[in-house]
């Protein structure tokens, strides 16, 4: 059984929240041996000062998420709450989003039957990154085999530090470069891509720390081979929190927009990442879809 933990925080924000929706989206990219994904709550590994330490994640009322810490310090544990405030968009107003969707009577109407989306966003842009390529023109569960197997190729071995089972750590730049990557079962362009985007971020080229220029960022990024324009603004929207972030060349989003050509995206502007996450539950319900499957 888990001792108790260390930190105890009630994490606030403005409702109307879809907690499920979010929760949906975790589960389905959760990452091997460091994230887990239950009926009620979000538990992750995660490196502390220190050592290893975990957090979990729950609904502890329609206005606020309890966060509990294990084995964290006090500046740990302030780090960990303004990353898991980024990950569930709790700092977004819904009452602002709903005055940029109207602008658009596509838009509008698609937030008006799920006004509590919220951005959910990974750990940090480095592993939303690497994960986005390895998911690309696979379906998010092979994805996440890719994943497994390139954290067991290059990851560092370590112990969970709720279980003690061994697990391997999500690898650095310069394990990812000494690993041998034909472990990992994708294309020879992928595992290139793979060393490509290693290589920048060990050379200082491609440098993932924030706040900076996103418009640089998107740059760097586009011009490391194999990257494309989709991986470019996925890792934007998820990995960076840019709130206007938008994947046009997606799947979904492509139908979205020869569906209703009228669409006017610029108008709700620098909010069109929100456009991105109801236009993806759009397209589920009109299929019948879980959200955990199809919300981006």
């Not at 067991?152 to 530090?161: E, K, N, T």
């Amino acid at each position: 059984m888990a001792s108790s933990p260390t930190h105890i925080r009630e994490l606030h924000y403005s409702a109307p929240y879809d907690w499920q929706s979010v929760l949906a989206f975790f589960r389905a990219h959760r990452l091997p041996y460091l994230e887990e994904v239950d009926d009620t709550g979000y538990e992750r590994v995660v490196r502390l000062k220190r050592s290893l330490g975990w957090f979990r994640v729950e609904q502890k009322s329609q206005y606020a998420l309890l966060l509990s810490i294990w084995k964290s310090t006090n500046e740990d544990a302030a780090r960990i709450s303004q990353s898991v405030r980024r990950m569930f968009d709790l700092d977004a107003d819904p009452a602002a989003i709903l005055r940029a969707m109207s602008a658009d009577v596509t838009l509008s109407d698609c937030w008006m039957r799920h006004p509590g989306l919220r951005l959910a966003r990974f750990w940090d842009a480095f592993e939303s990154l690497f994960t986005t390529v390895l998911g690309q023109v696979v379906s998010v569960s092979f994805g996440r085999v890719l994943i497994h197997e390139l954290m067991q190729a290059a990851g560092p071995p370590a112990r969970h530090p709720k279980t003690s089972e061994p697990i391997p750590l999500f690898p650095s730049a310069r394990q990812i470069l000494e690993a041998d990557l034909a472990k990992v079962r994708t294309s020879e362009t992928r595992r290139a891509t793979i060393r490509s985007i290693a290589e920048a971020i060990q050379s200082g080229t491609l440098r993932l720390t924030s706040p900076q220029d996103l418009q640089s960022l998107r740059k760097t990024m586009r011009s490391i081979q194999g990257v494309g324009a989709w991986t470019t603004e996925y890792v934007a929207l998820r990995g960076f929190a840019d709130d206007n972030a938008f994947p046009s060349t997606d799947y979904v989003l492509k139908q979205k927009l020869k569906q209703h050509p009228e669409m006017k995206l610029d108008s709700i502007q620098p909010l069109r990442g929100y456009a991105a996450i109801a236009l993806w539950k759009s397209f589920a319900d009109a299929r019948n879809l879980s959200s955990n499957i199809s919300n981006g």
